[in-house]
């Protein structure tokens, strides 16, 4: 099974401030007849269901806000926020959905 | 609006068994693949199983082979998973999620139902 590791366990960013998570795959998720990564990341605020945020690696799922990015290729991926709001506070999830389905641990992101 | 409602979450003692529900509605439920994912309390999230559109592929995570089975009713929208030998390490949040295809991210999930297994 692909194993999945993130950057950091936790982070504390400034309101408006650039946030960054980093997600590792212990193979490729690359398919390379399509060129598609099949890389997934969430949101998960307390008490709720996960939000798909991006898939393929880069692209928002519909009614995301702009300041969320993914991005990154083979094993290696980012998720960027780029101006942090307060509702952005959650814990992020990286899955991969090349085969079977594995989540990283989960990156908790705060408020500075 | 999409709509994911789980149901049949309990509190079960080691070696019992539960039998979780799902009911869908706001989308066309027979062309959608469908999973379960739970969640431990504190911890991240776990793939469980998922089904495809007719309900003759199925697939498993290890820790569940044997014991769980995923199953839907496309007539009556359905989606549900039959749980037996509970284990206290199966005491998760479990949801249930849309999928596109079998190769696919959730895209949208349910509020959850708790399943404990204690005694």
């Known amino acids: 099974d692909i194993v999945m590791t993130q950057s950091p366990d936790s982070l504390a960013v400034s309101l408006g401030e650039r946030a960054t998570i980093n997600c590792k795959s212990s193979?490729?998720?690359?398919?390379?007849?399509?060129?598609?990564?099949?890389l997934a990341w969430y949101q998960q605020k307390p008490g709720q269901p996960p939000k798909l945020l991006i898939y393929w690696a880069s692209t928002r799922e519909s009614g995301v806000p702009d300041r969320f990015s993914g991005s990154g290729s083979g094993t290696d991926f980012t998720l960027t926020i780029s101006s942090l709001q307060a509702e952005d506070v959650a814990v992020y999830y990286c899955?991969?959905?090349?085969?079977?389905?594995?989540f990283g641990p989960g990156t908790k992101l705060e408020i500075k | 609006e999409v709509q994911l409602v789980e149901s049949g979450g309990a509190l079960v003692q080691p070696g019992g068994s539960l039998r979780l529900s799902c009911a869908a509605s706001g989308f066309s439920f027979d062309t959608y693949w469908m999973s379960w994912v739970r969640q431990a309390p504190g911890k991240g999230l776990e793939w469980v199983a998922n089904?495809?559109?007719?309900?003759?592929?199925?697939r498993y995570v290890d820790s569940v082979k044997g014991r769980f089975t995923i199953s839907r009713d496309n007539a009556k929208k359905s989606l549900y998973m039959q749980m037996n030998s509970l284990r206290a390490e199966d005491t998760a949040v479990y949801y249930c999620?849309?999928?596109?295809?079998?190769?696919?991210?959730?895209?949208?999930w349910g509020q959850g139902t708790l399943v404990t297994v204690s005694s």
């Open positions: 999620a849309r999928m596109d295809l079998w190769l696919s991210p959730f895209d949208y």
């Open positions: 193979q490729s998720v690359l398919y390379t007849p399509n060129n598609k990564n099949y």
């Open positions: 089904i495809n559109l007719d309900g003759s592929e199925k």
């Open positions: 899955q991969q959905y090349w085969g079977t389905y594995t």
